[in-house]
Structure formats: C-alpha cells, structure tokens
C-alpha cells in the first residue's frame, strides 16, 4: 500500500516536472500541450486532495474534483502571479509545479497508516471498476473506425469554411507612410474575388493624377503595394487617393480610397 | 396515547391514494424502487458501437453544415435530424436495464463529448457567437498584455471575473497552443466535469447509477446545454464549480466520517472562492443553494454536527460571493440591474397586454425552425411537465419524505439535497412563462438552466419509476427514448441554438454575420494602422475589430456615449460631430450590408439602442455620409466594409 502511494505521488511529481521542462524547452504545440496539459487540469487538484487526505481519487466524483481544484488552483496562481507581474509561460509553469510538488511532498510526510485508511477507502467504487478485459476485435475496429471517421468530421468541417466564400471582394487602401514623412504614403489593395483579376489602379493628388498602373493582374489571395511620394513640398493639406478599375468593367469605379495628407 | 388504525381506515385510505395514483400519476406513495441490486460485471458494451455511431454523426453534421452555408434546401432538416438519431440510441442504451454502470457513465461522456463536437464543427477556426468572442478577447489581452484587467469595452464587467481566462490562458501558456485552441480543450473538459458531477450528485442522492444517467439525459435537454454552456464564455466554467460544490456535502467520504468535514469545508472554499470570480449570478446561486441546503439540514435533523458543516458550507459560499460582489462593486449591479428589472417589467407588461409575446420558433438570428423541431419545442414543454407531475412526490419519497405517514412526518426526510432539487421544480412553470415575453426570456433562459438541476433528476425519477417501472420492456424503453430526444430537442429550440448550424451571412445575427471578409477588414487594421485605435461601428464589427484588430472600441456601456447616431443619422450636424469628439474616435467603420435587412439580434449596435434604429434597415447614402466632409478621410475599401478616418474632426 505504502509504496502504491509512493509511486502515484512519484509518478504526480514527475509528470510536474516533465510538464515544466516541456513550457521551458519545447516550441509551442500540441506535443508541449500533451505534456504541459496535466500540469494545469489534473496534477494540482490531485496534490491538494492528497494533501487533504481524501479518499475521493476514484470514480466520476474524484476525477471531477481533481480536475475542478486543479482549474480553481490555477484560478489563484494566476492572482498569485499577477500581484508578482509574471503572467507569462515560465511564470506559470514555475507556480504550477510548485503547487503540485510542495502539497506532494507535504502529503508524504504525513503518517502512512491514516493515508493507507484513507485509500483503502477508495476500494468502496471497486464493484464499479471499469471493464478490465480488453475489448474483442471488432469493438476495437469500431473505436479506430470511430476516430477515423471523427477526423474526417473535422476535416469536412475546416474544409467546409476554407472552401467556401460567400463574398468575393477586393480590399483597396490607402495609408500613410509615417516613417517617410508627411508626403509619403502606401497605396495597396489585395484580391479575394476567387479568381485571378486584372486591374488598372491611379493615383491623384488633389483630383490631379500622380500616377497609373494598367494590367495589375493578381491571383486569388495575392496583395500589391507601392509606396508613393507627393512631388512637392505639402502646404497645407492635401488629399490622396487612389482609384482602383476592373479590366473586365473598366468604365465602373470599382473601389476608392483616401486620406488627407497634413504638413501638421 | 398510541394512535391505531383500524383496517377498515386503512383500507380507505390506500384505496384512496391508490384511485388518486391512477387518475394524476402523482407517485403520493412510493412504488417500488427497481434499481439493480447486484452490480453487473463491467464490460465495454454499446460504448464502442455508440462512439463509431456519434463519429459518423459528426460527419454528416459537418457535410449538412456545409450545405446549408451554400443553401442547399433540407439541410437544416438533416442537420437536426442527425443530432436527434444521435441522441436517440445514446438514450435508449443509456436506460437499457441490463447496461452496467460503466457503461452507462462512459456513454455519458461519449455523448456529452459528441454534442460538443457538434458545437465545435460549426466553426472550427475560431470562436463565433457573441459571447465567445468577449471572452476571447478578455483572454487575448491577458495573453499579450500580460496582466489581468485591461478594460474590454465590449463587456466592461469580462475583466473584472478573470476565471475562465486564467485557466484558458495558463494552458495557452504553458502548452503555446492559440487562445483559441486552448479554449476549446477548456470547454471540453469542463463539458465532461459538469456531466461527471451532475451524475455524481444523483447517484449519491438517488443511490441509483440508473437514475442518475438517465437524469445526465435529461439535464443535457436544458436550454443552454447545446449552445450556450457549451460555448467559451464564463458561465460555462462557473456551472462546473456549481455542480462540484453541491456534490460536496453529498460526497459520501466527505460526509459520513468525521475526518472530511476539514476537507469539505477547504474544498467548497476554493471551489465558490474561485466561482466568485469566475461569474457573479452563479456565485450568488451557489450561496443561495447551499444556504437552501442548510436551511433543510437543521430542519431534518438534530445532529449539532451536520448542521454545523452544512451552516459553514452556506456561509463560505456566501462569504465568497459577497467578497466577489464588494471588489468588483458598482459594476456588477449597473450591469445584472438593468437585466433583471427590464425583465420583470418585460413579463408583467405582457401579462397586462401592453406588450407583444416573444415570436416562438424563432432563433435569435432569425432562423425560422423546422416543423419537427417546433413539435419538439412544445412536446418537451408537455413532457417535462407531466414527468414533474408524476416524479415530484416519487422524488421526496426517494429522499425519505413520507407526508403520508402524518403531520410529523412532513418535517422528516433523509436527504436534503434531494428535498432541495425536487422543491426547485416548483419554480419551472415560471421559467417557462418568462420565455414568453422577449425582455424577460433571458431572465426565464438562465433560471431555467439552473433549474435543471432539480427538473432532471426528478424526470429521471419519474420515468425510471413510473414510465419504465418494474417491466422495462423494448417498447417502453423505445418509447422513453422518443421523449427524451423531444426534451433533448426542445432544450435547443428553448435556448435559441437553432443558429448552431453554420449558415450564410445574416445581418446582425451574431454568429451568422461572422465571415472571412469583415475578419480580414479586421486584420487590416491591425496591419496597416496599428492596435489600439477608437473604433465606431456595427455590433458584428466591434466583435472583431476588438479581437482580430485589437482595436479600442466604442461602447456606450464603456464610454456612456452611444455613436448609433453617428452611424445612422442621413447627415453630419453639429451633434453627430460633438459625438466625434465626446467619444475621442479616431475611425468609424461602416458596414454597407447593414442596409439589406433588419437586424438577426434585433440591434443593429448594442443592446439599448433607440428603437427608431432598427424599425427599417439604415439607408445606404446615411452610411455613406462621411464620403462629403473634406475632412474625413476613407483609408479602406473592400465594397461592404468602410474605414472613415475622423481624427481631424475629434481634434
């Protein structure tokens, strides 16, 4: 019994530990998260109970409770290291292994006789245990058809939203250039019409045309920039505008776009 | 004096309550308890059969998603339809006399994962209901910013109850998962914790594994179940540490020894410390719940010891949601005030005729249902009642209420718990009054999903012991499996989750109206102009300029300026431009479609708005006014989406 305990405890404390160097050396990702995962859900609601030497590890209602201290735990960590400023990724790793490991090791320094009471305890779900023979093969060709086609689900749905484009448009913009000065400015626009478009694009300076590109052709998703400069000196306030036209309907202004350029 | 009873009276009298049995179904006398004696030996079962069931379920809730977006006819029908043959078989095994307990918990989880799934689906890149991307948002600045309480104009009082985007952001953090991946983990388990608990409750309670499944079914059937709890916003964690600190005092090993009183006292402690500031309403439920429990204790029993640990259980619960009250103060009564009495004026003007009832059947984005889901929408009604009828004293019985034994006896019964649950039933029909009226129904909605708690195991009570009784035959069970997918059913028609299916773009329907284009107007903003500009716009449009564009938005719940006139006002005077300055904007976004339909929501900006706004859709040329002031500039156009540059009229 005594070291049935020590083990789990050892094993609690390991996995902390492994979560903890996964948030300090691994990139980000669902591998780090595998690892990191019990450090937030499971290993400090499971210190705590056993810290308070409850019999409650077993069945749906201990693994709830594990899993519901384990959120509330993480609830005032993240008070903790908000007071500390350190609501960050080493941050939390740090006060989540400590708030596993320190009830741990607390918890094993208490008399090993109420804790073996305390466990036995635990015995009462036994009648409930789960299945412990292993599933027949079809039963276990259904769970992997199951996952299988779960996986098709999602890709069915993230398809679904990916293919399908109710609108089809074309951002036009105009913006200035704040690091070249007052008279500097990005005109700009991208293609999300589903299909490659050619366009023709000026640009006027106070109604006058500063410049003209005919032909822009941009693929579905494709973005085009130029960055542009006002050829005199700004007086007072000027206006920048570009004017974007579709090959396929070159009389019909298409998209406009302006900003008021200020010597200011 | 002994009291004896002659036979002749006894008679009588059971075959008055027999006779009055008949006519009501009213279980006044307790019939027998057919609860598996013997625990079957374990086994997988059903389970992986269910699972590859509920896979293929998913799949053609997806592919029926896709269609509707393109607008296939029928695929709404299929959609639905495919979730109720799901829920089907789930719940006939799941009442199955001869499954085992394992089973029956395992298929518990598998469907309540699976139904989640199906929530999941419909938007699998990124949160997309309104409340979901407030907390998105809460949670995306504690991530960046790195400290909590950063103000969210969307919903000032997000912040300030930071639980649910601590435990997401924690594990964001330390897994370097996206918030929104993070999120989804999250909500998932919280999904098999508040299953896990309620099932635990009712089996301590009811003694019974059956009951107890049966009584997860029918808690699956409350309104928010499918849609709202199931979504990333702060109740949906708050309902979980609800569930777990009512499971507490019925926890046997924290009950029955005299060693887990410490322990139940520290656990209800962290689990209503940590509910207070995750969410207000369901911190100060907990208390009140737990103080109804006490209340009951000290009635039932003499025993200074268990009213001593059900007192101190109420009172942490009440320390707790006070404390979370005082910090947070001011903010939480202007925000749940106006709510809760615009409500109650809601439901008395229509019971006094000056208000038009809510139209039923319609989702809040404006999807009209189908004729099945609408027979489910009263047929759950119908059902529940009549199970309420014929469980509620069957329940107080399994609790140890016996009235019929005399006076005395109604002072006496064995669980207080039970006792509480059963009596909360007694508030349903009003729940279901508020639905009727559209200012009260969201009052009606969250009081009906707490409810639940006590409308599902005294349902589970009446159809284990009076629907199925002690002859479970195929039929009766088949028959029981219809009813429970039309309250399953009916729970999603109440809660208004018909907007669950993907669908095309809606105007201001929430979820309906979040698409690729306005998300990309969003990004641009974030690229091109930088992160924290003053923004005016739609309600569609503040969601995701706060989110993707990390925008400052414009609120009048913030700010106590409302810009609607700014938006919707055919010309720019005089007022429209001190609104410029009074809400220091730097941008007003404007949304062409705006002027295509009335609002899905019924507000086209937030809630509050004069009512005049959303009477007929706004015209295109008021949108589009800001195009004649010299001053103005229009840095972005993609057709719908507008950007207004206002700097020069705020200075």
Redesign the interface.
Known sequence: MISGQYSRTGIAVVLAIA?WL??VF?????V??AI??P???VLPGYA??RL?????LN???G???I???S?????????LL?AA?????IG??KV?LAMTVVPLLISMRLSPERQDAAQS?TN?DA??????SR?GR???A??A??????G???A???????A????K???????PDISGGNSSF?AGFRN?EGDTIRYDLELLIDGKLLAKWNAIALSDGEEWVKQSTVPYSLKSSL?AEARLFRQDDPTRLY??????LSNK | MERTVSPANSRWRTSVITRLQWITGLGLQAGPFNEETQ?KP???GW???L??L???A??C???A??AN??GTDGAVELYWLTLAIMYFFFAVRISWPAAP??ER?ALIGALGIALY?AKV?????GFSNFDEFIHWTTATD?VEN???YTPNALLPISPLY??LE??T???S?????PVF??GT??IG?LR??CL??V??IYE?VTGS?RIACVGCLVYMGHSNFFGFHSGFAYES?AI??L??AL?VPV????SS?E??S??AL??TS??T??LA??HHLTSYLAAALLTGFALLEMIRTNTPRSNYRALALATIAGAAAYAGFHTVGGTTASYLGPEVEGGLDGFLRLFTGTAPPRELFVSQSGIHLPLFMRIAGVGSAIILCAALAGGFFRTLHLAGFEPMRGLKALLRWDNSLLVLLTLMTLLFPIALLLRLSPMSWEVGNRLGSILFFGVAIVTATAIHLQWIGTNPTRLRIGIVGVLLTLVFLGGIVAGGAASAI?S??KVAADAPSV???GI??AI?TKT??GAHHRIATDRTNRLLMALYGRQEIATTIQDGVDTTPLLVAQYMTPYELDLIKKAKLDYVLVDLRLSQALPGVGVYFEKGEPSDVHQEPPATSALLKFNYN??I????????LKLF?VR?LRD
């Open positions: 979560g996964a948030v691994m990139p980000g990702g669902w780090r998260a990191s995962l450090l937030v859900l705590l109970l308070m030497r409850q019999p409650l069945g749906p209602g693994a709830c409770f899993t519901g201290l959120m509330a735990a993480t609830i005032a960590a993240g008070f908000q400023g350190a609501l960050n990724p939390w790793a989540l305890a009462l009648k409930f245990a789960w299945p412990s599933p079809l039963r276990l259904a769970v058809a199951a996952l299988a086609v779960l098709a689900a999602g069915v749905a993230r398809h679904g939203v990916t399908y484009r109710e609108f448009y074309t951002e036009l913009w105009v913006v990005f999300m206006r998209r406009q776009a302006w900003i008021n | 625990s374990a086994d997988w389970l992986p059969y699972s590859l509920a896979a293929v998913l799949l809730l997806a592919a998603g896709n977006r393109r307990r394992s918990l799934l689906l419909v938007s699998p890149h504690i790195q400290r909590l930071p639980g601590l435990v952001t924690a594990l953090q330390v897994s370097g998962l991946a993070a983990v999250v388990i098999l914790v896990g608990a099932f635990a301590n594994s964690l979980a540490f569930a777990l499971l926890t046997k090993q924290m020894t060693s887990g410490l322990p520290l656990i962290m689990l410390g940590a500031v995750t993907p095309r773009y698409e690729p284009m990309e107007a641009w091109w102009l010299p001053e500039g229009r840095p972005f156009d993609n057709g719908a540059d020069a």
